[in-house]
T-cell receptor, first 116, second 117 residues
Framework: DGGITQSPKYLFRKEGQNVTLSCEQNLNHDAMYWYRQDPGQGLRLIYYSQIVNDFQKGDIAEGYSVSREKKESFPLTVTSAQKNPTAFYHC???????????????FGDGTRLSIL | AQKVTQAQTEISVVEKEDVTLDCVYETRDTTYYLFWYKQPPSGELVFLIRRNSFDEQNEISGRYSWNFQKSTSSFNFTITASQVVDSAVYFCALINAGGTSYGKLTFGQGTILTVHP
C-alpha cells in the first residue's frame, strides 16, 4: 500500500545530542513537509521541499536541518541548538503545483520526541 | 499572512448528539483552499475534506457536513448523530493558491472532541 512511513515512533534525546527522524514515502509525491505539534496547538511548518535537492525553511526552522537527496526520503535532524525539542513531529507529502495547490497533504503516523 | 482560528478548544457530547466545530480564517488571497483533518488518538492526521474559495456549496458526506461561508470567512464542520469513534482532535487548515506560499498549510489550533457513550 502507498503511504508515508515515519520512524521511530518514539525517540528520546539527551542534552547536546543531535537526532534524526526518518520519513519515507512511496506515493511518488514531489513535495514533502515537516511539521511540529505541541500540546494544545496546531501544526507548525518546520521545513518543506518541493523537489529533490531543494528545500525551504518554514515558520520555525531554527534548530532543525533537513536533506532531500532522494524523492522518497526527507529526513529531519533535530540539532542541539533546538532548546525545546519535545513535541510530536509530522511528516507529510503532496503534489502541489501552482495550478493544483489544493492537493491534500498525506501524513505519516508521527514521531514523538522527548528529552531525557 | 494567513491565520486560522478554531475558537473551541474542547467539546464534549453524548453519543447521537449533533456537534458543530467552528473554523474562522484570515487571508489576503482571493484564491485559497480550506481543509479539515482528523487526528485520532493514534496520532496520524487523516484528510477529511478540501474546499476551494470559488465553491461555496455545502457538502455532505454521510454523517459529516461542511458549511463554507465566504462572507463570514468561516468553514464549519458538523457531525450528525455523533459516535464514540468520532472522538479525536479536528484541525481546520488553509493553503493560499498563489505566491511563494503555495503548498504550505496553515493550521488552526485544533478542537478536541470527546463523544461519551
Amino acid at each position: 500500500d502507498g503511504g508515508i512511513t515515519q520512524s521511530p515512533k518514539y525517540l528520546f534525546r539527551k542534552e547536546g545530542q543531535n537526532v534524526t527522524l526518518s520519513c519515507e514515502q512511496n506515493l511518488n509525491h514531489d513535495a514533502m513537509y515537516w511539521y511540529r505539534q505541541d500540546p494544545g496547538q496546531g501544526l507548525r511548518l518546520i521545513y518543506y521541499s518541493q523537489i529533490v535537492n531543494d528545500f525551504q525553511k518554514g515558520d520555525i526552522a531554527e534548530g532543525y536541518s533537513v536533506s532531500r537527496e532522494k524523492k522518497e526520503s526527507f529526513p529531519l535532524t533535530v540539532t542541539s541548538a533546538q532548546k525545546n525539542p519535545t513535541a510530536f513531529y509530522h511528516c507529510a507529502s503532496s503534489n502541489p503545483t501552482r495550478l493544483i495547490s489544493n492537493q491534500p497533504q498525506h501524513f505519516g503516523d508521527g514521531t514523538r520526541l522527548s528529552i531525557l | 499572512a494567513q491565520k486560522v482560528t478554531q475558537a473551541q478548544t474542547e467539546i464534549s457530547v453524548v453519543e447521537k448528539e449533533d456537534v458543530t466545530l467552528d473554523c474562522v480564517y484570515e487571508t489576503r488571497d482571493t484564491t485559497y483552499y480550506l481543509f479539515w483533518y482528523k487526528q485520532p488518538p493514534s496520532g496520524e492526521l487523516v484528510f477529511l475534506i478540501r474546499r476551494n474559495s470559488f465553491d461555496e456549496q455545502n457538502e455532505i458526506s454521510g454523517r459529516y457536513s461542511w458549511n463554507f461561508q465566504k462572507s463570514t470567512s468561516s468553514f464549519n464542520f458538523t457531525i450528525t448523530a455523533s459516535q464514540v469513534v468520532d472522538s479525536a482532535v479536528y484541525f481546520c487548515a488553509l493553503i493560499n493558491a498563489g505566491g511563494t506560499s503555495y503548498g504550505k498549510l496553515t493550521f488552526g489550533q485544533g478542537t478536541i472532541l470527546t463523544v461519551h457513550p
